[in-house]
């Protein structure tokens, strides 16, 4: 078998979460009198990591709001909603499939981890995961250091799951290959530049792991 681990990104890849993520963004704009963000296609334009810079390329200004400010009152409006998240399609055919193939499978997320095990259990996937691994504070820095740091850089044998190009870095970070997503937070031709296989319906991946 080609891989031993699968790491799984959560929000966009594991939890289907970019309209309600855009709906909170939204509300926040309008709130400011500021333009909002009309289609996923125009979300994908602007949205990236850090994700401090994407609050500044829609538009916020950290002059007038400090992002930490701006990100505590975007967790509490997605908060509100979450009940209402679900999977994203095909996620559960292919976690099946791997645990079948006994592929340990990590979630490595820029979640916090309370959060992020709360929407696991929302979720009912909680133990779905031999491991879960989140952020210790809600400003979705990043993870690619935290990462490397747990893993090492020679994850000759693993893959990352994902659907954007921060999920990319994070396995080149690791030393592991790289499946990217289109049906989540990021755009495909962003993905495809990153130079890693790109699929758009989750179940694709199973042939390009197993």
């Known amino acids: 078998m080609r891989y031993k681990t699968v790491f799984w990104d959560f929000n966009g890849t594991v939890m289907d979460?970019?309209?309600h993520g855009i709906r909170c963004v939204n509300h926040m704009l309008a709130k400011r009198g500021l333009p909002t963000i009309d289609s996923v296609e125009e979300y994908h334009k602007v949205f990236r990591f850090p994700v401090k810079e994407y609050y500044r390329d829609a538009g916020f200004d950290f002059d007038k709001e400090p992002y930490e400010v701006l990100a505590v009152e975007w967790v509490e409006l997605f908060v509100a909603g979450e009940k209402s998240l679900t999977?994203?399609?095909?996620f559960t055919e292919v976690q099946k499939t791997l645990a079948d193939h006994g592929i340990r499978q990590i979630i490595l997320s820029s979640s916090e981890r309370e959060m992020?095990?709360?929407?696991?259990?929302i979720l009912g996937v909680a133990d779905a995961f031999d491991h879960v691994i989140g952020l210790d504070n809600i400003y979705a820095g990043g993870k690619a250091e935290t990462a490397k740091r747990l893993f090492g850089?020679?994850?000759?044998?693993?893959?990352?799951?994902?659907?954007?190009?921060?999920?990319?870095?994070?396995?080149?970070?690791?030393?592991?290959?790289?499946?990217?997503?289109?049906?989540?937070?990021?755009?495909?031709?962003a993905l495809?530049?990153?130079?890693?296989?790109?699929?758009?319906?989750?179940t694709d991946v199973l042939p390009l792991i197993l």
């Not at 999977?87 to 095909?90: A, E, I, M, S, T």
């Open 87 to 90: 999977l994203c399609p095909g």
């Open 17 to 19: 979460d970019v309209h």
């Open 116 to 121: 992020l095990m709360r929407h696991l259990h």
């Open 192 to 202: 495809l530049a990153c130079g890693f296989p790109v699929v758009d319906r989750l």
């Open 153 to 189: 850089e020679n994850q000759s044998d693993a893959v990352m799951i994902g659907d954007t190009t921060h999920d990319a870095d994070t396995a080149h970070a690791m030393g592991a290959d790289c499946i990217l997503y289109s049906g989540g937070h990021c755009g495909r031709d």
